[in-house]
């Protein structure tokens, strides 16, 4: 009897842990996409895009941020931010740019999924140059998808964020036209 029972016990916590690391796997999740630059003599038309994501951010963690910004500044908010690790945006081809994303959000809509990813601020065009205008220091990527993980985006290059008291990060506003994604579909 009793050895039923502690076999039952192994076979339950061997499922839970099974389930745990299986239910990460899920949360790791890759898209692919075109970046639409509209060319130019030494510009590419469009770019490969592949947006890795790892995890979505919680609401402690944003609490967490804010605390750490409200106590020591931007001084110590970006060391803080920079150590999350959310996933990445990777442009192929000739940019080969790499960027780290910070904070995800993934949010119900009505024709589906609305997906939003931050960074530091940051120029994606070859050759562009940067100005940083004072407190648009993010990068703001959104997907807007529809029940198939299907549909297009924005990057937003120059964003303003805000913390709101749900524990999340919205984009407040920004200074330059988006770039288009066209072609966001999931691969894995």
């Known amino acids: 009897m009793n050895k039923k029972i502690y076999n039952k016990i192994i076979i339950y916590g061997l499922c839970l842990l099974l389930l745990s690391w299986t239910s990460s796997l899920w949360a790791q999740v890759q898209f692919k996409a075109r970046l639409m630059t509209g ?49 990445s945006v990777t442009f192929l081809g000739g940019l080969g740019l790499n960027i780290g994303l910070h904070a995800a959000y993934e949010k119900a809509t009505d024709k589906g999924f609305k997906i939003i990813l931050f960074s530091k ?31 297009d985006g924005k990057v937003f290059e120059d964003a303003r964020i805000r913390f709101t008291e749900q524990g999340t990060i919205e984009m407040e506003s920004y200074t330059r036209a988006p770039k288009t994604l066209v072609g966001v579909s999931l691969v894995k």
Do not use: C, H, M
Not at 39 to 65: C, F, H, M, W
Not at 141 to 150: A, I, Q, T
């Open 39 to 87: 060319g130019g003599p030494n510009v590419q038309a469009s770019i490969n895009v592949r947006i890795n994501i790892k995890s979505y951010t919680d609401a402690d963690e944003v609490r967490q941020l804010l605390q750490i910004f409200n106590s020591g500044g931007e001084d110590a908010f970006w060391p803080a931010f920079y150590k999350i690790d959310k996933g």
């Open 121 to 151: 601020s940051q120029g994606i065009e070859p050759g562009s140059r940067r100005l940083i205008y004072g407190g648009f220091l993010f990068l703001v990527v959104e997907l807007d998808l529809d029940k198939n993980y299907r549909g």
